[in-house]
Structures are given as C-alpha cells and as structure tokens.
C-alpha cells in the first residue's frame, strides 16, 4: 500500500475485555515496529518484527501484551484484560529492512474505561 | 541502555525566529540518528542522519550531525505558524526516542 495503515483508528473499551489491535505496513518492508505513546509521554517500544519473527519483545509491557506477524506482512498486537493504564495511542510503523528508516502509521486511539 | 536525550522540552517563538533544538545520544550500534514531526498522531520523517559534520536540507529545516560528540541538531529558520509540533529525535537499535520538544511558533 502507499502508507502504512492502522486499525481501527479508535477504540473504546471496557476494563477486561480483550483488544486487537491491526497494522498494515507498506508493501515490501520487512521490519514492523509497535510503539505505544501515553497522553504528554514520549514513544515507548514494544516490539518489532523482523519478517515473522520478534527477536525482542523486551518492551512488552506486562504477559497481557502480544503480537503476531503473518505472512511477513500484517500485524496485530493483542491486548488481554485490558486495564486503565493501557489507554494510548498504539502506533505501527515499518521500515524496508531493521534500522533503516521508520515510516509511522496514522496510529489507534485505545481507551480503556 | 540506550538513551535520547532533548533539549530544551519546550520552546514558544514568533513567526519568523530561527530556532536550534538539540539532541545528544547515548546508544549501542549507532548507524543512524531520526528526526521526526509529530503534530495529530502520527510522527512524519524528517531526516534521517548518518555521517558526521555533513548537513542535511529540507527547505527551512537543517540538521548535522556529530558523532565524536553524540549529539544533533535541528535548525528551523523564519519559524511559521505550521512549524508547531512536537519534534522528535531516535536512534539506536531499537530506534529509541527522546522525549520531544514542544515548538510554539505565535503568530
């Protein structure tokens, strides 16, 4: 695709239910990163994928947080039993290989009430 | 650990100023160091900096990089109304970033 697409753009949710959360990168680009981005914080990292696989999930914020990677193209970050503090701004972007430049998605707004 | 580190967080000017917004790194495996705008959601690439002492241009918008001293900058001369955003620099594997700077431009 032209950019990378991410959905959906918003999401609201009750305390415990599980999300999904989706990334499209641009076609062809290898890496896919997610980050999450709280109201006045900076990026914070969670993850990224070199084709299909994660060498490090080191950021993932607690066991609640997951992702996958299918086919070397689409993502989806899984969420379980959300709480509070999740609520954010999840943002994908991809890259045409690991550490060459980002290009971010539009981002999803997720509330958790 | 890598680190990012901007300065200053926060920065309000009138149209037309020039501004200089700083960026020192402390990262394993340097290849290259980001700057991005962030205004609604999403961050949009900036420049992307490899090379020591030499400067990148997009119109207004300058940034050199240097690598002996780990640090970057990123010059905006005649500020605009539009040039407020959130300016972000990255670097290091995992594309580590620093906290922003919050730019004001009034009119």
Not at chain 1, 40 to 61: H, R, T, V, W
Not at chain 2, 61 to 82: C, M, R, V, Y
Request: some cysteine.
């Amino acid at each position: 695709g032209a950019g990378v697409s991410q959905s959906p753009s918003n999401k609201v949710t009750e305390k415990g239910k599980d999300v999904e959360l989706r990334c499209d990168p641009i076609s062809g680009h290898t890496a896919l990163y997610w980050y999450r981005q709280s109201l006045g914080q900076g990026l914070e990292f969670l993850i990224y994928f070199q084709g299909n696989s994660a060498p490090d999930k080191s950021g993932l914020p607690s066991d609640r947080f997951s992702a996958e990677r299918t086919g070397g193209s689409v993502s989806t970050l899984t969420i379980q039993r959300t709480q509070q503090e999740d609520s954010a701004v999840y943002l994908c972007a991809s890259s045409t290989r690991f550490q060459e430049t980002q290009y971010f998605g539009p981002g999803t707004r997720l509330l958790v009430l | 650990e890598d680190k990012v580190v901007q300065s200053p967080l926060s920065l309000v000017v009138h149209e037309g100023d020039t501004v200089t917004l700083n960026c020192s790194y402390e990262v394993t495996n340097f290849r290259s160091l980001l700057w991005y705008k962030q205004e609604k959601k999403a961050p949009t690439f900036l420049f992307m900096l490899t090379s020591s002492g030499i400067e990148k241009k997009s119109g207004r918008l300058s940034s050199i990089l240097d690598k002996k001293e780990l640090f970057s900058i990123l010059n905006i001369t005649a500020t605009q109304t539009g040039d407020s955003a959130v300016y972000l620099c990255a670097g290091g594997n995992k594309l580590v970033f620093g906290a922003g700077t919050i730019l004001r431009v009034k009119s």
